[in-house]
């Protein structure tokens, strides 16, 4: 989805860099036009097995301790909503890359998985996360 914005806001000019990553990842724009259904659905999964584990009184989305899925899912999720600026400060411009409101994408995001989002960086991660243009 990001390298389908990338693209078609680039005109003629897509960076080498761009065009490397749209290369690599198997960019389409058939594949980037189901990428919105499939980044719900994996949301949904994801929300389900998190509330299946915190009906069981785990904290986390696998077993009870801390696993890659956990990290996985908490450094993937700042693609679907970025960190609180004073968690994550960042340039403008770079955080409006971040923000978005999907008709497909977010309704599927649950609550609970920004807030094991939260939980993992704040126990686990480092905080804050600097993305600013001087860090």
């Known amino acids: 989805m990001l390298l389908h ?6 005109g003629d000019a897509v960076p080498d ?7 690599k990842y ?7 036009a189901g990428a919105p ?9 994801l929300s389900a097995q ?3 584990q915190r009906a069981a009184g785990k904290r986390f989305l696998f077993g009870d301790r801390l696993s890659a899925l956990d990290v996985y899912w908490a450094t993937f999720a700042v693609l679907v909503a970025p960190l609180p600026d004073e968690l994550c400060p960042m340039p ?9 409101d ?3 994408v977010t309704p599927a995001l649950d609550p609970a998985l920004l807030e094991h989002r939260d939980f993992v960086y704040r126990e686990y ?7 600013s243009d001087d860090g």
């Open 26 to 32: 198997g960019y389409s724009p058939d594949a980037a």
């Open 50 to 52: 998190l509330a299946r």
């Open 92 to 100: 403008a411009m770079l955080r409006t890359v971040y923000e978005f």
């Open 102 to 104: 999907h008709p497909v």
């Open 5 to 10: 914005l990338s693209l078609s806001n680039a």
């Open 125 to 131: 991660l480092a905080l804050p996360v600097d993305c």
């Open 37 to 45: 259904q499939r980044v719900a659905d994996i949301l949904r999964l």
């Open 17 to 23: 860099s761009i065009t490397r990553m749209a290369s």
